[in-house]
């Protein structure tokens, strides 16, 4: 079992739907980091979060601690939001990032 | 802007060639990565090195080695690549010494051994 659980794998939405991604860990992390890695390969992070909620236009990212659970939510979906969500715990004090297996987002037009 | 480059996008090499993936960052940042992705499987740490000439095994070392002679470039090399090296292959930067600090990624080398 990974320390990491991304659900779902996959996930198609038609354009407009609200999405949500989760993400369960079973490690004490420090902090929790949501990355988007739309085709042809680049990643970039989204948001690194160790508590509450954080927003950035149409996405919003939650965490629950005791709970060891994180959201990533896409309001107004849209194609362009068609992309592998990956969400990565850190720990203090190590460089290592445990990754999950990622969900793939498809918003059909 | 952070900016990380690999020196490939795409790459198809013979088994048993030496290959040298390179990656260069310019934010001065101390930690460099190099993962690789293959499906189902996630991404997966190869190497890191958090300065120059240090570095440290990740969870799949075996068939890989690393430079890091100056801070900005980090060398990935298969010795002598294998088809189930095939993969896409990420390098990362970051600055600080903790899991608590984003990590920026390159746009990736996608690498095809025959």
């Known amino acids: 079992k990974n320390e990491v659980e991304q659900s779902p794998q996959n996930l198609t939405a038609q354009e407009g739907e609200f999405i949500t991604i989760n993400c369960s860990y079973s490690v004490g992390i420090s902090a929790l980091h949501w990355l988007q890695q739309h085709p042809g390969g680049g990643i970039v992070s989204l948001f690194m979060?160790?508590?509450g909620k954080k927003k950035h236009g149409r996405l919003i990212a939650t965490i629950n601690i005791q709970e060891k659970h994180s959201s990533l939510h896409i309001t107004a979906s849209h194609p362009r939001d068609s992309a592998v969500y990956i969400c990565?715990?850190?720990?203090?004090?190590?460089?290592?990032?445990?990754f999950g297996q990622g969900t793939r987002l498809t918003i059909n037009p | 802007d952070v900016k990380v480059t690999q020196s490939s996008r795409y790459l198809v090499k013979r088994t048993g060639e030496k290959v040298f993936l390179e990656c260069v960052q310019d934010m001065d940042h101390e930690n460099m990565f190099w993962y690789r992705q293959d499906p189902g499987l996630g991404l997966r740490l190869i190497y890191f090195s958090y300065d120059v000439k240090m570095k440290e095994k990740g969870d799949i070392p075996e068939g890989y080695s690393v430079s890091r002679e100056k801070k900005e470039r980090f060398s990935l090399i298969l010795e002598s690549a294998s088809t189930n090296q095939t993969s896409m292959y990420l390098c990362?930067?970051?600055?600080?010494?903790?899991?608590?600090?984003?990590?920026?990624f390159g746009p990736g080398t996608r690498l095809l051994v025959l």
């Open positions: 990362a930067s970051s600055l600080g010494t903790s899991g608590t600090v984003t990590q920026y």
């Open positions: 979060l160790s508590s």
């Open positions: 990565a715990g850190g720990f203090q004090g190590a460089q290592k990032l445990v």
